[in-house]
């Protein structure tokens, strides 16, 4: 059974610093990789994908990932109280369309 | 661009009552469509894949005589609860798969919150 992974939380950074989140999922045959941000009440919000080792970078975001260890992480840097969310990280299997998704990472901003 | 609407957003019903969730993909052709649930403090969970014109891909442990699925057209699928009991009450979203050369991004609807009582 395919599993991906995440810390629960609460994660708590103050404003301005580095946040780091960390996803490892069980599938070696992964294909696509995801990070989606997803408010109280409302659906995920696609934040950043990566299909190939080695870091992308996006504004304030940086995926992160390492298929042989079969870890994908999440930087967020200048942290800001709007990214106060959970995220969640998303895995696409080989051969297959639908993602599964960690429980996911509850993370607090500290003004 | 790739906006998905869903519709209602929220609907109460009672208990052997059917719902009809309809999910939407608004500027863009969407060949495949899925279909999560979440429950309180859950992550999401896949329930189906759906693909237009064929019958849909159930996940293990989904009825799909309870969740019929219909993607009728490029842009539409719809989820109907049949004979929704309190259980099935929870968040569902769907979402619609764009294609490129080598990216699968998904995009989610806003989500429908039922509420059986």
């Known amino acids: 059974q395919k599993e991906v992974e995440q810390n629960s939380g609460p994660l708590s950074v103050p404003e301005g610093a580095i946040a780091s989140l960390n996803c490892t999922y069980s599938d070696r045959g992964s294909q696509s990789f995801f990070w989606y941000r997803q408010y109280s009440g409302k659906s995920p919000e696609l934040i950043m994908s990566i299909y190939s080792n080695g870091d992308k970078e996006d504004g304030r975001f940086t995926a992160q990932l390492n298929k042989a260890s079969q870890y994908v992480s999440l930087l967020i840097r200048d942290s800001q109280p709007s990214d106060s969310a959970t995220y969640l990280c998303a895995v696409r299997g080989g051969g297959a369309d639908g993602l599964t998704f960690g429980k996911g990472t509850h993370l607090i901003i500290q003004p | 661009g790739a906006v998905v609407s869903q519709h209602p957003s929220w609907v109460i019903c009672k208990s052997g009552t059917s719902v009809k969730i309809e999910c939407r993909s608004l500027?863009?052709?969407?060949?495949?469509m899925f279909w999560y649930r979440q429950f309180p403090k859950q992550s999401l969970m896949l329930m189906a894949t759906s693909n237009e014109g064929s019958k849909a891909t159930y996940e293990q442990g989904v009825e799909k005589d309870k969740f019929l699925i219909n993607h009728a057209s490029l842009t539409l699928s719809t989820l109907t609860v049949t004979s929704a009991h309190p259980e099935d009450s929870s968040f569902y979203i769907c979402?619609?798969?764009?294609?490129?050369?080598?990216?699968?991004?998904?995009?989610f609807g806003p989500g429908t919150r039922l509420t059986v009582l």
């Open positions: 979402s619609a798969k764009t294609t490129g050369r080598v990216t699968d991004t998904q995009y």
């Open positions: 500027d863009f052709q969407a060949t495949t």
